[in-house]
């Protein structure tokens, strides 16, 4: 290492490393108490046959866990229901607030400060509040979005109670959780100089080529970002089934998302070893689809910072 | 997303310096009326929900379930005549519309009452009753707001929420910014990977240290008490030291190298030089964590389940609302308004901080 040819700290040096790690050391024992070991553990776990109730002697079950999960079609499937449900809202929670933050950033919007404080707000509304009340918009009687469907003449459909309408329900449903993309969308679209803009309308760009040639890949770090924290949320959806349905997986079994089994594994059966191999699994899911993200991010991502030198 | 020294973006940015203001010109103006109209359109849809809510809220069973209700509470109104109740309807007398007592109901002519000229005597109408719209009266019910503050237990549980959230922010407030401190001013071997690991923590799956976490938690006796929810608070976090840390480097050394120089300890330094100087960003981490709490769902669910006297509004209204059937939207959505009403109020109240902090977390990683 580089270390070897470096004269030893000196003793200020010394000093002031020692103060640096005192005040992190609230969250370096933060992180080994509540992060490494666990984690640690959890892998461990994987390879025993531990049960919140020991009620059979612990024992070294070597990859039995690892067999089971390729049996179990319940993994299978409700990882099926999960990328399903991501297919459709990920485009939503990622092109939403892209939208709203063109629209709230264009200089023809009067009151622009007031619409982002109203598009934002329901952000902060507690979730189980947003989905009780979000849960009355979607019904099929009384609900105000079939009312205005019927309105222009057509039958809506029973949102959360059938098969198909499910999930488009449930990401109606996520909606008030754009406030967060809408800001930071916001914050870099201003963040994108005018002089290139300018410059592509002496090209003759239009809306459409500005749009396409200047915001868009200018943009493309704060996409990626939103999509790379919309996939790990994504895979850890099963929060909002849980409230509206008490997680028993209707309409049909398509709410019943991996985390749902995750934690039904765990809490009602459990079986902890078992929920800890799931638990690794979404890991290593998620691991490999963001890595996958960040591989490809290469080819679409922008920095300007990178080949040429740029604010 | 460069970790990056920035200032942070000043408060609002409100509308960018325009070149010299010429009039405007018409397609200007009709643009960006239109615009603005695609905008209120955008966000009356957006913020509708929350009025029905709040309609709903004062609406009994009776007045949501009844056909053709109007989206205000509203009661058909009724009619004492001769010691009998009639309902009261729209009817179509002489071009006029007049809200008339239904005394006889018939299926082509009735027998009504005028209740503002009783001393007429029924009146014959011609037409099936049927075809009558009710007439109604503004009547909204305060009852389900008195019964899911009983029901729900609704003292306790703000109590509950509220000093778990403050305790909470106590605790991160304080060890937020010791860590902050740290990384933002001093230099040592391994900063640099601390730093990436602290917020690579953001992306990790709750689920891949829930188990064990959960499991010491119950070896220690402290599942069905507050403190799974306190403790990990008094630790840092990802969001908040980051944020905290992007500030404090915008703050020039050269005020706390003095204070070094008059023999301030590094504490001192920071707490009297510091910390001063970052009320904005403390405040904004302040809100951001009574915000979290208040509306955290999945810790208190596993953590308090056995001791409903003890639980959060956030999680006592999931289980109110999953107990009652759906016969009484009108005491859900009171509920549901009295729990979202106090991160509402706060966020309005700070939100240039609050949307300043997340423009920071957000973009700069």
């Not at chain 2, 008339?100 to 007429?120: F, H, Y």
């Not at chain 2, 230099?187 to 990790?204: A, D, K």
Request: aromatic share 14%; charged share 10%; net charge positive.
């Amino acid at each position: 290492m580089i270390a070897l040819r470096r004269p030893r700290m000196s003793r200020l040096a010394w000093h002031e490393a020692r103060s640096g790690l005192l005040f992190l050391s609230p969250w370096i024992i933060g992180f080994l108490a509540f992060t490494l070991i666990p984690i640690v553990a959890t892998l461990i776990f994987t390879f025993l046959n531990i049960k919140l109730t020991q009620d059979v002697p612990l024992r070294f079950v070597g990859l039995d866990n690892y067999i089971a999960l390729f049996g179990d079609s319940q993994v299978w499937d409700s990882l099926l229901v999960t990328f399903k449900f991501a297919a459709i809202s990920l485009p939503v929670a990622v092109i939403l607030p892209f939208g709203v933050a063109l629209l709230l950033n264009s200089r023809s919007l009067r009151a622009s400060s007031l619409f982002r404080i109203l598009f934002f707000m329901p952000y902060v509304v507690p979730f189980v509040a947003g989905v009780l009340i979000w849960a009355q918009m979607l019904n099929s009687d009384t609900g105000w979005i079939n009312g205005l469907l019927g309105f222009v003449g057509i039958q809506g459909p029973d949102w959360l109670n059938d098969q198909t309408w499910v999930y488009p329900g449930l990401v109606i449903i996520g909606v008030w959780g754009i406030g967060g993309g809408i800001i930071v969308n916001q914050a870099g679209l201003k963040g994108i100089p005018t002089e290139l803009y300018d410059a592509a309308r002496i090209d003759g760009a239009g809306w459409w080529g500005q749009l396409r040639h200047v915001t868009l890949p200018l943009m493309s770090p704060v996409i990626f970002y939103t999509l790379v924290l919309a996939v790990v949320e994504v895979l850890q959806y099963f929060l909002v089934p849980l409230v509206l349905n008490q997680g028993t997986g209707e309409p049909g079994g398509t709410t019943r998302f991996f985390n749902l089994y995750l934690y039904q594994t765990f809490f009602s059966y459990q079986e902890m070893s078992y929920g800890a191999t799931l638990a690794w699994l979404l890991f290593v899911i998620t691991l490999a689809i963001t890595g996958l993200l960040f591989w490809s991010a290469r080819y679409w991502v922008y920095y300007a910072g990178e080949s040429s030198s740029s604010a | 997303m460069s970790i990056t020294a920035q200032r942070p973006i000043p408060a609002l940015p409100l509308e960018k310096a325009r070149p010299a203001k010429r009039r405007r010109s018409l397609s200007e103006t009709r643009n960006s009326f239109a615009l603005t109209m695609l905008a209120v359109v955008l966000v009356a849809g957006f913020l509708s929900p929350l009025l029905r809510s709040f309609a709903l809220s004062f609406q009994t069973p009776e007045q949501i379930s009844q056909v053709g209700a109007p989206l205000w509470p509203a009661s058909p109104q009724t009619y004492d005549y001769q010691g009998k109740k009639y309902s009261v309807y729209k009817v179509p007398i002489d071009g006029a519309i007049r809200d008339m007592a239904l005394v006889k109901k018939g299926r082509t002519e009735s027998q009504l009452v005028d209740p503002a000229n009783p001393g007429a005597g029924l009146v014959t109408w011609q037409g099936s009753w049927r075809t009558l719209d009710p007439a109604l009266t503004f009547a909204p019910t305060f009852d389900n707001y008195t019964d899911v503050w009983r029901l729900l237990n609704y003292p306790r549980l703000l109590f509950n929420t509220a000093a778990i959230a403050i305790i909470g922010l106590i605790g991160t407030v304080v060890s937020c910014t010791l860590v902050a401190y740290g990384f933002a001013r001093f230099r040592f071997p391994g900063r640099g990977i601390l730093f990436l690991i602290l917020i690579s923590t953001i992306f990790l799956p709750t689920a891949v240290t829930l188990i064990p976490t959960y499991n010491i938690f119950l070896r220690l006796g402290w599942v069905g008490t507050w403190l799974p929810l306190l403790v990990p608070a008094f630790f840092a976090n990802a969001y908040d030291v980051f944020l905290l840390r992007q500030y404090m480097l915008t703050i020039p050394r050269e005020m706390d190298e003095a204070a070094a120089i008059d023999g301030a300890s590094p504490l001192r330094t920071l707490i009297s030089v510091i910390v001063p100087q970052a009320w904005p960003v403390i405040i904004a981490v302040g809100i951001f964590h009574l915000v979290y709490s208040w509306n955290d769902f999945f810790g208190p669910l596993i953590y308090l389940s056995t001791k409903p006297e003890l639980q959060t509004l956030a999680v006592g209204l999931a289980q109110f609302s999953a107990n009652r059937s759906a016969q009484e939207p009108g005491l859900i959505q009171a509920g549901t308004l009295l729990t979202l009403i106090v991160p509402v109020i706060l966020f309005l109240i700070f939100q240039r901080v609050f949307m300043r902090g997340v423009v920071i977390t957000g973009v700069e990683k």
